[in-house]
């Protein structure tokens, strides 16, 4: 039976950090035994936001030896770089021709883009739902491992890939955005605003590039609060997320513990944030330690990133031809 097509990218815009790590990464390490996996580094996408290259080709070999010391195979996956796939761009085009301006302008990730960058609201912006559909749909690929903040971009892809089937006959299946347990993961920055990400309060994320006192020091600064004042009561946001962490690196009676200690009312959030440091430090030491190494390894990186491009394309210009007789433009 063929495999089922994979696809996601991530953007090469700074140090890749824990929400990276449990919403798409680990992800992406599991499901390449299982599918047809293409991984990519979204270096156009950044172009919406980070117009500025200096430190673009930096983040690209960052961002390839970061997944691979999490332990993604280059044998086993196409891992690529997004601009070696022209026909991408191909794609793009002929999406953009489907989406419309109100549409688009509705996504609150637009939204928010324009509240952040007021000066620089550019047509990229716009359309970025659209080049990361074309991204999906060049290989056909029907699961798509992200975090939560990328639901709607997934729902936007599907619309688009209806629409285009409705227009020009069958060609693309619908792609999901996927997790392997239960809904998709969302991790929140550790001083409880918002979600945790490359851009936003360096203290409040913890990358996979920290070293192990600079976690401890972190995590001992997470925002907590004097705990809770009745047995089991609902954990806000700020301390579900530390559980959230705990139950992502500690042992399952470590968690146990914690989580009782919350519904007695007797939890100490500082020995709770000890042992959460402890555990994550250990957790991303290997991570670190194999990402350094690779990243200096520059000719293995070429390879890697040259002979998955030779993949992707592979399969890009397959989709690209069944398009174009889709479209009646094989002439
Ligand atoms: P960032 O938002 O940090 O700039 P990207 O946009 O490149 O990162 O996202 C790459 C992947 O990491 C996407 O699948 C995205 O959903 C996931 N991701 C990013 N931040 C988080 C988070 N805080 N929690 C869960 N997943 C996240
Ligand atoms: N938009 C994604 C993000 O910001 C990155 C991305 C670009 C992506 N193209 C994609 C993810 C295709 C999955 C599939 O995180």
Redesign the pocket.
Known sequence: MEKEIV?????PTGYLHLGNYFGAMRNYVRMQDEYNCYFFV?DW?SLTTHPDTKELKNSVYRVLAENIACGLDPEKVALYVQSDVKEIAELYLYLNMLAYKGELEKVPTFKDKVRLQPDNVNAGLLT?PV??TA??LIHRATK?P?GK??EQ?LEMARNFAERFNHRYGETFPLPYAFNYNTGLVKIMSLDGNGKMSKSENQMATIFLSDDDELIRKKIMKAKTDAGPQENNSDKPDYIDNLFTLMNLVSKEDTLKKFEDDFNNCNIRYGDMKKQLAEDMALFIHPIREKAAAIQNDKVSLDKIMHEGAEKARASASKTLQLIKESMGLNY
């Not at 696809?7 to 953007?11: D, E, F, K, L, Y």
């Open positions: 696809v996601s990218g991530i953007r979204a996408h970025y080049l990361m991204d999906i798509v992200v903040d990328q971009h």
